[in-house]
């Protein structure tokens, strides 16, 4: 009957998979390198909502038993992510890695080779105890592999000690680690050294650094403080491979790293350090660039990969931050790839310092580059970010190469502002108001240009007394005829500067719109300075009048960033001019004529 063909079917098809499979994964004696059984997925199921790399439970079997894994690391998740892994898949186990928590053993799949698809599930499997795994993994003690570099501990400090008397143990792939596991070790390069950071808060005075590390698997970020700092910031290279054991894991703070890891390392008392002589096989830093011209459709404060050509490279400027008051350097260097678009890149600190302004449109490469919205789109180098100057790569080299023959000559469409580098502004979609409103802008602001005329000007609240101070623009109260009080700076000023903060009604073919220009905006527009303007209302209202409504019925070229905005229960459009310019008018045509041969097919 059916159910016996079925049965027989089962049975012969199991023949194809690795005979106790399963169990084998737990036998301490086989070396993982080597073991590589055929296997069948039985189930996938997406586990974990954190904000980390994405994991999988795997119900795996051999035929005859089955048990649930762990997919760990970008190569099998990628497999998973495009359906090329999926249920009743047959799969040859390329690599894999056996860790415990709370006394369980489970094992971590990193990458599989698809072998077939068969419909139906291959035999009876039924599910191995944990007293099956357990027999298993005590019929051979656990393997130790020789070490013979030295060892850098907490207390002993520094690496150049006396040879280690034990030995890493099992390695742990960095994907597998959590915060309830004692005993691991982790193979991994150092793709990244921070400078050493320091604080100062009512709880004291401290120093920091971190570390990024590698392997197959992924990345994790490791923090040491204060003590640590003296113990293993000179002793720790970038780019090389080191075994790193006994520190302490928590859940990452998102807000100091763009590393896909929900857990991150902090140096301890007990952190060991092993330097390994033969790291080849662990992978170089990876990154996953972003084309330029992308950009727009990333979030506010997210961050990106992104390779470039530097065609313009800024000077140092010196800023006072405006939380802090401490002296900081930056450096704007323009970037542009084959996507036709060039982006503003910050640099800071030593960043911006050492730089080489003499390479001659350098190649620049930056993993974790944090993304603004600010005038268009624009990028900046932070602390968790990764700087690299002519990277010796394939991709580095071809952009090179397309750049010196023909990118240099082409036209490319500026993303970031005024706010940024380049004189040109950053290019935007030309639209109407009305198509703007037909949009229905929700969560990302929308940037657009428009060629509007100025039909009204509001003139009530239309500028304000500010603190004088260059890095602060906050309304002061005036105390007294001569004293001015800034709250945010707490102090007491004998002046002030006029701030604009203008609205006028803009008219198109297709509507109005009130819009807001802030001060430089507001100043080109109306042909006169915020203090000019605000000594004329103190002091001549007839010539203040006439100054505002001499902008009436003139047009301009409007760059615009419009958001929607909710206020008691009410969405409104906000809209803001970026830059305000002459109009154009053969680069208008030109376009108007494109429009036109696209409505002519």
């Known amino acids: 009957n059916t159910t016996n063909l079925l049965h027989l079917l089962r ?4 023949q194809d998979l690795t005979p106790n499979g399963i169990l084998k994964f737990f036998n301490q004696s086989i070396n993982t390198d080597s073991y590589k059984p055929t296997v069948q997925i039985n189930a996938i199921k997406k586990c974990g909502s954190g904000s980390g790399a994405n994991k999988n439970k795997l119900l795996v079997s051999d035929g005859t038993n089955f048990t649930t894994m762990l997919s760990v690391g970008d190569e099998i998740d990628k497999v998973i992510a495009d359906d090329t892994l999926r249920k009743n898949a047959v799969v040859k186990v390329e690599r894999y890695n056996v860790t415990n928590s709370n006394n369980k053993h489970f094992v971590l799949i990193l990458e599989v080779s698809i072998l077939s698809y ?3 599930k291959i035999g009876n499997p039924v599910k191995l105890s944990d007293d099956q795994i357990q027999a298993e993994v005590n019929k051979t003690p656990t393997p130790s592999t020789s070490v013979t570099t030295a060892v850098s501990t907490f207390n002993s400090g520094g690496m150049a000690g ?15 680690l959590n915060p309830y596991q004692n005993k691991w070790t982790i193979k991994a390069r150092v793709t990244k050294k921070s400078d050493i950071r320091t604080w100062s808060n009512a709880r004291g005075e401290g120093k920091l650094f971190s570390l990024e590390l590698m392997d197959e698997s992924g990345e994790i970020r490791c923090t040491g403080f204060t003590d640590a700092v003296d113990k293993f910031y000179n002793v720790v290279e970038q780019g090389q491979v080191y075994y790193v054991s006994r520190c302490s894991l928590k859940t990452a703070n998102k807000q100091y790293t763009a590393i896909k890891n929900d857990y991150e390392m902090t140096i301890n008392s007990d952190t060991t350090i092993v330097k390994c002589e033969d790291g080849d096989a662990v992978p170089q830093i990876k990154m996953e660039f972003t084309q330029i011209s992308d950009l727009e459709r990333c979030e506010n404060n997210s961050f990106v990969d992104i390779m470039g050509i530097a065609t313009d490279i800024g000077d140092v400027q010196s800023i006072t931050a405006r939380a802090s008051g401490k002296q900081l350097t930056k450096r704007e260097v323009k970037l542009q790839d084959k996507s036709g678009a060039a982006v503003s890149l910050t640099l800071w600190g030593n960043d911006a310092d050492k730089f080489d302004t003499g390479l001659a ?34 991709p580095s080299h071809e952009l090179k190469g397309w750049y010196d023959t023909t990118g240099k000559d082409e036209t490319v469409r500026q993303m970031s502002g005024s706010g940024g580098m380049g004189g040109g502004g950053m290019e935007t979609a030309h639209k ?7 949009a229905n802008i929700q969560d990302k602001p929308e ?20 603190c004088p101070s260059a890095d602060c623009n906050k309304k002061v109260m005036q105390e007294s005829a001569t004293e001015y009080r800034c709250e945010k700076c707490d102090k007491l000023y004998p002046n002030f500067k006029y701030r604009l903060m203008l609205t006028v009604k803009l008219s198109d073919f297709t509507g109005n719109e009130w819009v807001t220009c802030f001060q430089e905006t507001a100043e080109k527009l109306l042909g006169i300075s915020a203090d000019d ?14 100054a505002m409504n001499k ?44 429009e036109i041969k696209l409505l002519e097919g």
């Open 118 to 120: 068969p419909e139906l």
């Open 447 to 466: 940037y657009f240009s428009n060629h509007a005329a100025i039909v009204f000007v509001k003139k009530d609240n239309c500028m304000y007394q500010a």
């Open 361 to 394: 449109n350098p190649v620049i490469a930056v993993k974790a580059a944090k993304v603004s919205d600010f005038g268009g789109r624009s990028l900046s180098v932070s602390f968790s970010s990764t700087l690299l100057v002519n990277p010796d790569t394939a």
């Open 162 to 176: 006396a040879a280690p008397s034990g030995t890493p143990g099992n390695i742990y792939p960095i994907q597998s």
């Open 432 to 438: 109407s108001f009305g198509e703007i409103k037909e």
């Open 533 to 546: 303007l605000g000594k004329l209302k103190e002091t001549n209202e007839a010539e203040f009048e006439q």
């Open 551 to 594: 902008v009436n019925f003139t047009a301009y070229n409007f760059k615009i960033r419009a958001r929607t905005e909710t206020y008691m229960d009410e969405s409104r459009l906000k809209c803001t001019a970026l830059s305000v310019e002459p109009i154009d008018y053969i680069t208008h045509s030109k376009r108007l004529i494109d």
């Open 11 to 14: 049975k012969i098809m199991a």
